[in-house]
């Protein structure tokens, strides 16, 4: 059965060659102006997903736009703007169920990429999850205003001085920014949050950012301290692996990998707690696997969840599929593989290492192949970790 994407156009008609290029791809794509909206019954057409296209230069458009909130259009809409109107973005990123792509003159291979990802979401997480998640989505911790101040500030090229002031308004940010750059691993030995930025890099800020979010939420279930311990760990660790293998930092573009990768189980913990209760119980009293437990239970599984979070986020690739895959990477891209591979041996050793076996997996000894690292290296590694946290 084909998938169905609904496009819903502007005056411009910018969306006319990725529509043609969708049709080649075979889906069913049924597509449709803005300004006719109000005539469309969105309660019996049923899409998969929607592309969206506004002119925020256009009251109009804009106008138009809003009555589809109220339209009973359910499904995960992808939307386009004419330009990066900043407050107007930063509003439907906060408060509409969409995934949102700033793009002026977007390029249609990534659009095509995105579509085939939700679909993709859809098809893993199944349809009724899907919009279950949905229907959640307000209950996910949205990226603070320093998020978009900071990112604000990077892509117009500012002064480190002038991010690094906006990151000291927030305290518990700037406080876990240098928490990271004085940890034994980075060893910046600073409180100066400039000079932390310098070791960390502009790309591991952002991503500290929307980790102080996550991970600052409570749970009856399970410590998020906890889950924030091993995120870190994970990281350092990954850090650590990358520089045994290559004898280098890791990338600014992906050193904050780890922080993220598990994301979706501390949001289950957390957000979706009364469903997970069953499989936490199930899993202190079972040896079944956690993701097979949450798979039995829930139909979908935490590193899902926290693939389609990071995506929504607009996250790079590689920090998503390093989310989505850790458990079992070699089902991940060839893209990604190497960094995927990392952030699994370094979540496994972690959860070794704090001695928490309710989350612990089993170790792909496919992994240590892939890596060209033995035992004794990976020895060297935790002792190495070990005197680190002694200093």
């Not at 993701?291 to 239970?297: F, G, N, S």
Request: charged fraction near 25%; aromatic fraction near 10%.
């Amino acid at each position: 059965m084909k998938n169905t994407v609904l496009v819903i156009d502007s005056a411009e008609r910018r969306l006319i060659d990725l529509t043609g290029a969708l049709r080649r791809e075979l889906y069913l794509v049924h597509y449709m102006m803005l300004e006719n909206i109000e005539d469309a019954d969105f309660q019996q057409l049923q899409f998969d997903m929607a592309v969206i296209y506004v002119d925020v230069n256009n009251e109009d458009c804009i106008a138009r736009f809003e009555q589809l909130h109220n339209s009973g259009l359910s499904c995960i809409r992808l939307l386009l703007f004419s330009e990066k109107k900043r407050n107007f973005c930063e509003r439907i990123i906060l408060h509409d169920t969409a995934k949102v792509m700033l793009y002026n003159e977007w390029d249609q291979d990534i659009m095509l990429d995105a579509v085939k990802r939700v679909i993709n979401y859809k098809r893993t997480l199944g349809i009724t999850n899907l919009n279950k998640m949905i229907a959640n989505v307000k209950q996910i911790p949205t990226l603070p205003e320093i998020f978009f101040e900071v990112s604000h500030l990077i892509n117009k090229k500012a002064d480190m001085e002038v991010i690094a002031k906006a990151v000291e308004t927030d305290i518990a940010i700037a406080s876990r920014v240098l928490r990271i750059a004085n940890s034994a691993y980075y060893g910046a030995r600073t409180a100066s949050i400039l000079q932390a930025m310098m070791f960390l890099g502009t790309e591991s800020i952002k991503n500290i950012i929307i980790s102080t979010v996550v991970f600052e939420r409570e749970s009856h279930l399970y410590s998020i301290k906890k889950m924030w311990d091993h995120a870190e760990l994970t990281n350092k660790l990954a850090n650590q692996i990358y520089y045994h293998l290559y004898g280098k930092m890791m990338p600014a573009s992906f050193s904050s990998i780890g922080l993220l990768h598990n994301v979706g189980l501390t949001l289950l913990l957390a957000v979706f707690d009364s469903d997970y209760q069953a499989v936490f119980e199930r899993r202190i009293n079972s040896r079944q696997s956690l993701y097979d437990i949450e798979k039995d239970l829930l139909g979908f599984c935490h590193a899902d969840l926290g693939a389609y979070i990071l995506d929504w986020w607009n996250l790079p690739p590689v920090l998503v599929n390093g989310a989505m895959y850790y458990y079992k990477p070699f089902e991940v891209d060839a893209r990604y593989l190497e960094t995927t591979c990392i952030v699994h041996l370094a979540s496994y050793l972690s959860w070794q290492i704090l001695g928490e076996n309710r989350f612990a997996f089993a170790l792909d000894e496919k992994v240590l192949d892939y890596l060209c690292i033995g035992q004794s290296e990976i020895d060297d590694i935790v002792f190495c970790n070990d005197n680190s946290n002694k200093k």
